[in-house]
């Protein structure tokens, strides 16, 4: 488990969480599922991640973390929209 990892379960009290994260460039950015992101709002949700990245980091966190993302497993798990619920593709014209 990596310290950004650790943090987070830690200081948030995530249940099972499951971490898609990778490195680009300088920072770090992903996704996070867990039980414990339900009924809380996107605000909430990062709000509760920055701040127990900052509380344990300080400035050292907005040098390290680019974008997360915080999901349940229902949101996570979601089937994309089924064909005939997607927008078609521009058709290009033959000349």
Same mark, same amino acid.
């Given at each position: 488990m990596t310290k950004l990892q650790e943090v987070l379960t830690r200081r948030l009290r995530l249940k099972q969480p499951q971490f898609f994260l990778?490195?680009?460039?300088?920072?770090?950015?992903?996704?996070?599922?867990?039980?414990?992101?339900?009924?809380? !709002?996107? @605000?909430?949700?990062? =709000?509760?991640?920055? !701040?127990? @990245?900052?509380?344990? =980091?300080?400035?050292?966190a907005a040098k390290m973390v680019g974008m997360l993302i915080a999901y349940t497993p229902a949101e996570w798990d979601l089937d994309p929209l089924p064909p005939s619920r997607q927008k078609p593709r521009a058709r290009v014209a033959k000349v």
């Open positions: 990778r490195k680009d460039g300088p920072y770090i950015n992903g996704s996070i599922v867990s039980e414990s992101f339900k009924g809380r !709002g996107d @605000l909430n949700r990062q =709000l509760a991640l920055w !701040g127990a @990245l900052e509380a344990e =980091l300080g400035e050292k």
